[in-house]
Nanobody
């Protein structure tokens, strides 16, 4: 049971990247997905969330209108499309999955602490001119 995050890279400001979070060993369609990031010297923060059943979404304020979370259950993969990237988006990005939609959302929002069932390894996103 694992998640594999990929798609990071070094890009210029204003560029786009699409991160992928591929699940193996379990079916992702029963799980909420959260994307987190951690910049050097900073705490990890929640970026975006998509629910398991209805595809409800949430975005951190600073990425609204630029990032889009989605899922393709047929491919057992979730995505984070990132447009108009800014230097402040530089971080290691992680995906996580959990059966509990609201629990995952609260952790993404930073209003709760707790464990998420499955974590992927990080993928580095660097935005620099």
């Amino acid at each position: 049971v694992q998640l594999q995050a990929s798609g990071g890279g070094l890009v210029h400001p204003g560029s786009s990247l699409r991160l992928a979070c591929a699940a193996s060993g379990f079916a992702l369609d029963n799980y909420a997905i959260g994307w987190f990031r951690q910049a050097p010297g900073k705490e990890r923060e929640g970026v975006s969330w998509i629910s398991s059943l209805h595809g409800d979404t949430y975005y951190k304020e600073s990425v609204k209108g630029r990032f889009t979370i989605s899922r393709d259950n047929a491919k057992n993969t979730a995505y984070l499309e990132m447009n108009n990237l800014k230097p402040e988006d530089t971080a290691v990005y992680y995906c996580a999955a959990d059966h509990r939609d609201q629990h995952t959302l609260f952790i993404i929002k930073g209003v709760a602490k707790g464990h998420l069932e499955v974590w992927g390894q990080g993928t580095q996103v660097t935005v620099s001119s």
